[in-house]
T-cell receptor
Framework: LAKTTQPISMDSYEGQEVNITCSHN???????ITWYQQFPSQGPRFIIQ???TKVTNEVASLFIPADRKSSTLSLPRVSLSDTAVYYC???????????FGTGTRLLVSP | GAVVSQHPSRVICKSGTSVKIECRSL??????MFWYRQFPKKSLMLMAT?????????EQGVEKDKFLINHASLTLSTLTVTSAHPEDSSFYIC?????????????FGPGTRLLVL
């Protein structure tokens, strides 16, 4: 199981771009990188998933360098409602279990 | 997209009683589901892997006789906290894997808040 490391917390202001970087040095060839968002007293919610280079959807972008040992979640123009914990996980194929790291607690202020 | 539900969303019980939490995959079949526990301001901790038609696989340190898991169908897994004690009070979350995009990922339930008095 690939272990992930990310900052414990980050602060930002409304309208700013937030970039959260995660390291996963022992990622395997068949593994994907997935980011989840969790609000208090709710289950984690899928944000974005990628394998390499760049992936973009309606809420975020995910940048993955060629060596895939790290990834960066980019949230454009955050709002107060983006205050949450963000988890970076490495997911394999099949029914591999997920091991959650500490996550990054993002606080967006007015 | 795939949806996972949990019931109840919140439960309060007396110490010594048993509590059952249901996890359902609403629009897909899940041969494997996962149960997590989360304490305040902490990360999710995997408790066990629930396998349809077979015994669950528990993580180290999780008492299988304390946390009974039954995965009786392809859409339902249940977690029963037996003889609950105040230290079992926590937020319990289940998940199931399903295809998404080019790969697969986990879909999480909304969680169940358990308070043992």
């Amino acid at each position: 199981l690939a272990k992930t490391t990310q900052p414990i917390s980050m602060d930002s202001y409304e309208g700013q771009e937030v970039n959260i970087t995660c390291s996963h040095n022992n990622i395997a060839t068949n593994d994907y990188i997935t980011w989840y968002q969790q609000f208090p007293s709710q289950g984690p919610r899928f944000i974005i998933q990628g394998y390499k280079t760049k992936v973009t959807n309606e809420v975020a972008s995910l940048f993955i360098p060629a060596d895939r040992k790290s990834s960066t979640l980019s949230l454009p123009r955050v709002s107060l409602s983006d205050t949450a914990v963000y988890y970076c996980l490495v997911e394999g194929t099949g029914f591999q279990k997920l091991v959650f790291g500490t996550g990054t607690r993002l606080l967006v202020s007015p | 997209g795939a949806v996972v539900s949990q019931h109840p969303s919140r439960v309060i019980c007396k110490s010594g009683t048993s509590v059952k939490i249901e996890c359902r995959s609403l629009d897909f079949q899940a041969t494997t589901m996962f149960w997590y526990r989360q304490f305040p301001k902490k990360s999710l901790m995997l408790m066990a892997t629930s396998n349809e038609g077979s015994k669950a696989t528990y993580e180290q340190g999780v008492e299988k006789d304390k946390f009974l898991i039954n995965h009786a169908s392809l859409t339902l897994s249940t977690l029963t906290v037996t003889s609950a004690h105040p230290e079992d009070s926590s937020f319990y979350i289940c998940s199931a894997r399903a295809p998404r995009g080019l790969g697969e990922t986990q879909y999480f339930g909304p969680g169940t808040r358990l308070l043992v008095l």
